[in-house]
T-cell receptor, first 117, second 111 residues
Framework: DTEVTQTPKHLVMGMTNKKSLKCEQHMGHRAMYWYKQKAKKPPELMFVYSYEKLSINESVPSRFSPECPNSSLLNLHLHALQPEDSALYLC????????????????FGAGTRLSVL | QKEVEQNSGPLSVPEGAIASLNCTYSDRGSQSFFWYRQYSGKSPELIMFIYSNGDKEDGRFTAQLNKASQYVSLLIRDSQPSDSATYLCAVNKASNYQLIWGAGTKLIIKP
């Protein structure tokens, strides 16, 4: 089973709203990722959690705030977003996290389609 | 030079023919290579990964890796209309094992 579950599937929010995206995996993976994808572009890495600790933050604006409550869950808290933040937000997970396993096979959830009005 | 380069296409292939997708990369330290398929509006789906030079076959898909020439390719045999999608090549970054993505090749299989 290589399932990563993301909720909600679609989200429309105003620029003053606060919302959260959720991601869950039960594969025992110890690395989890948030990506942002705009139309006709490849995924763009935002954050990486390794063993529940933030290991990579790709200079993402502070209006995006990640949280990893436990090894199975990953949240992305959204606040004061801009219309240009509208995109497909993808969560992924992989087994290896300590940087010694180069295989790093990442499995993606179905994504959350976010529209900021 | 981009770190991972793919021809953006679209690549148009008749149904039943072989589709050949190519990817070149710049980081000689990269050790793992992935092909993801992405249908319009959907998330990327892993279809092949390869670590060693040579060919790796899985059903109608064959991944080919040549580390000396720094390219990886994906062959799809007996192409079906359902193979029409964007194919993303991803290469691990030697420094931190994160993925570097190509821009993707749009493949169209014509019935």
């Amino acid at each position: 089973d290589t399932e990563v579950t993301q909720t909600p599937k679609h989200l429309v929010m105003g620029m003053t709203n606060k919302k959260s995206l959720k991601c869950e995996q039960h594969m025992g993976h110890r690395a989890m990722y948030w990506y942002k994808q705009k139309a006709k572009k490849p995924p763009e890495l935002m954050f990486v959690y390794s063993y529940e600790k933030l290991s990579i933050n790709e200079s993402v604006p502070s209006r995006f705030s990640p949280e990893c409550p436990n090894s199975s869950l990953l949240n992305l808290h959204l606040h004061a977003l801009q219309p240009e933040d509208s995109a497909l937000y993808l969560c992924a997970s992989s087994q290896a996290a300590r940087g010694r396993d180069f295989k790093n096979i990442q499995y993606f959830g179905a994504g959350t389609r976010l529209s900021v009005l | 030079q981009k770190e991972v380069e793919q021809n953006s296409g679209p690549l148009s292939v008749p149904e039943g023919a072989i589709a050949s997708l190519n990817c070149t990369y710049s980081d000689r330290g990269s050790q793992s290579f992935f092909w993801y398929r992405q249908y319009s509006g959907k998330s990327p789906e892993l279809i092949m990964f390869i670590y060693s030079n040579g060919d790796k076959e899985d059903g109608r898909f064959t991944a080919q890796l040549n580390k000396a020439s720094q390219y990886v390719s994906l062959l799809i045999r007996d192409s079906q209309p359902s193979d029409s999608a964007t194919y993303l090549c991803a290469v691990n970054k030697a420094s931190n094992y994160q993925l570097i993505w190509g821009a993707g090749t749009k493949l169209i299989i014509k019935p």
